[in-house]
């Protein structure tokens, strides 16, 4: 799960960016004491993710906020169904409400996507897993998505992981190393904890590869055809990644090459944010723990 203190960190930026001097709306027009019930309803049907960031939102507004989660992350819904349920000062509720569901609609948008792409591959080896194209500033929110969508999470960052992509392979052997010393020199430089993957765009690149160490290969926009001699070829001396262009036409076919992961950067930066509304009732009466 995403950190407590990471989902506060995001959500607190956001509050500031929406609100930076308090809510002239509510602040002007809504009465200190009036209290009100709010209800997160699904538009349309989807796979849940944010439950710990809308509570956040809303406490972090006012403490006194009483939020109430009827559907767990990665629990499906149906167009109608009362996600959550929100009680507590008005002026709380409206302040929290475009952050919450923002950021809410946002991930449960990737999670029901991410869905999707899991269910066409049930049945073969492959992993459905994300890439780094993200929005920035929202990695962690997204990535829960994916894990609450059924999918896994490729490294989370720079840090993480050594991935040799085309560029970094062409900087390696140029004037005229060879790929698999290479390779077997950066090995020799890298923490003993740390993964090496290399990006191939040819057949012919994944011996060198082999030799140099590598511990997952990444097929790069092949055709199912070369995915599939790549496969047999690696042999399962090392992961075999699949990725370029996947989409739910094309990742079943993709999966049955026997590719042990599948990379999907359409998970994070093409997912749409699902509909998702918070109706508000107005009642009348202090907030809870607040003056009449």
């Not at 890439?131 to 997204?142: A, C, N, Y």
């Not at 390779?183 to 993957?197: D, I, Q, V, Y």
């Not at 992961?239 to 996947?246: D, H, L, P």
Request: charged share 25%; hydrophobic share 45%; no cysteine.
């Amino acid at each position: 799960m995403t950190e407590p203190r990471e989902i506060e960190r995001i959500v607190t930026l956001a509050l500031d960016e929406d609100a930076p001097w308090g809510d002239l709306t509510g602040e002007t027009l809504i009465p200190g004491g009036a209290t009100a019930t709010a209800e997160l309803v699904a538009r349309e049907a989807g796979v849940f993710s944010g439950a710990r960031v809308l509570e956040t939102t809303f406490r972090l507004v006012d403490a006194r906020i009483a939020v109430e989660t009827l559907t767990a992350d990665g629990a499906p819904f149906a167009a109608g169904d009362v996600l959550a349920r929100v009680q507590g000062s008005a002026r709380g509720i409206l302040r929290a409400e475009r952050v919450a569901l923002n950021l809410v609609q946002r991930m449960s948008g990737v999670a029901t996507l991410t869905a999707r792409y899991v269910a066409a591959v049930d049945g073969t080896r492959a992993r459905i897993v994300d890439t780094r194209k993200t929005t920035p500033g929202l990695r962690s929110l997204e990535r829960q998505a994916v894990r609450d969508g059924g999918g896994r999470n490729h490294r989370r960052s720079l840090s993480d992981a050594i991935m040799a992509k085309d560029n970094h392979l062409a900087v390696l052997t140029a004037g005229g190393a060879d790929l698999a010393g290479a390779l077997r020199a950066a090995r020799e430089r890298m923490p003993h904890t740390a993964h090496l993957e290399v990006e191939v765009d040819r057949v012919d690149q994944i011996p060198a590869v082999l030799a140099g160490g590598a511990d997952t290969i990444m097929l790069d926009n092949f055709d199912l055809d070369a995915l599939r001699e790549g496969v047999a070829l690696i042999d399962g001396r090392a992961i075999v990644e699949a990725s370029g262009g996947v989409t739910l036409d094309t990742v079943a076919g993709i999966a049955a090459t026997g590719v042990d992961v599948i990379s999907v950067g359409a998970l994070t930066h093409s997912a749409r944010a699902l509909d998702l509304g918070l109706d508000v009732v107005i009642e009348t009466g202090p907030a809870p723990g607040g003056p009449a």
